[in-house]
């Protein structure tokens, strides 16, 4: 059996939460050559880079970055261990890791998550948003317990998984209170020639918004292609375009960005899934989460 040197590991730890080995070595209390000796002995044991350059620093590798969160487990439960034996128990709450697609839609993120922290057993949230690829790829590798995308996992994608669909949603556009009575007399008409801010092309909604678009005859004034849902959506508040937004959210969004509905486009559907590696979902809170989802929030 081959044996972890928890010595190594916890200088790497170190070394990963401070960003470099000159102040991972200033708060060991060690040389810098002597905390470089550790990582390489790290390294060679795993056989894989942890580290790699950026700048003046160091950031962690993929592999790095799984390796971190283990550490920081074992770490954590160590503290955990002291503190109970001493009588002083934690009450360390039960960790649920999250991959969030950064594509969804962040008041959505939020509306699925929260009944995780409504349990009465305590849950601690880790949330990761990156693309709906590379979290599939941390899934694979039991770095996550669920993602949360807006589509299933492609068939072209080898990767063992199970796509839990959560419910679907009508899109509806949004835009200044000023200009709602205007766009919404001659809705969806209105919207030819319309300021309008969109998602990148990359995402299903994108997809989607074109495709209906070209089916009515519409060429609004694109004024940006954003990334992040959120960030269009302040955009949108600030007046500078129309934007679409799940229907399920059209109270949220009109009270936190100070807009109206302009109209509801009922063909357009978005979905949203849960990703699992296992058929029949075991954490309790992706239990919740999927439960309380398809009973309240998209019933």
């Not at 796509?163 to 209170?177: D, I, N, T, W, Y």
Request: aromatic share 8%; with cysteine.
């Amino acid at each position: 059996m081959e044996w972890l040197n928890y010595h190594h590991l916890h200088y790497f730890w170190t070394v990963a939460r401070e960003g470099s080995v000159s102040r991972a070595g200033k708060l060991l209390y060690v040389t810098q050559p002597t905390v470089s000796a550790q990582l390489r002995a790290l390294e060679s044991a795993l056989g894989e880079k942890l580290f790699v350059k950026a700048g003046r620093g160091l950031v962690l590798s993929d592999v790095g970055q799984v390796v971190y969160r283990y550490a920081d487990e074992i770490f954590s439960l160590g503290k955990e261990l002291i503190d109970t034996v001493r009588g002083h128990p934690a009450g360390r709450p039960r960790k649920l890791v999250v991959g969030v697609a950064d594509v969804l839609p962040k008041l959505v993120v939020h509306r699925l998550l929260e009944p995780a922290l409504r349990m009465p057993e305590p849950i601690q949230i880790v949330c990761h948003e990156e693309t709906p690829e590379n979290l599939l790829a941390e899934l694979s590798i039991r770095g996550l317990d669920v993602v949360l995308s807006d589509a299933p996992v492609p068939p072209d994608v080898r990767i063992r998984a199970f796509s839990h669909l959560l419910g679907e949603s009508s899109v509806s556009v949004f835009g200044p209170a000023a200009r709602a009575i205007a766009y919404r007399r001659s809705f969806p008409r209105s919207l030819d020639g319309a300021p309008f801010l969109l998602p990148t092309a990359n995402t299903a909604l994108r997809r989607s918004i074109d495709q209906w678009f070209d089916a009515h005859g519409i060429r609004p004034l694109v004024r940006g292609e954003f990334e992040d849902s959120a960030l269009l959506e302040v955009f949108g508040r600030e007046g500078c375009g129309l934007f679409a937004a799940p229907t399920i959210l059209d109270a949220q969004v009109r009270r936190r960005y100070g807009v109206r509905m302009l109209g509801r486009i009922p063909s357009i559907r978005m979905r949203f899934y849960a990703i699992s590696i296992e058929k029949k979902l075991k954490h309790p809170a992706v239990v919740a989460i999927t439960a309380t989802a398809r009973r309240e929030l998209f019933a």
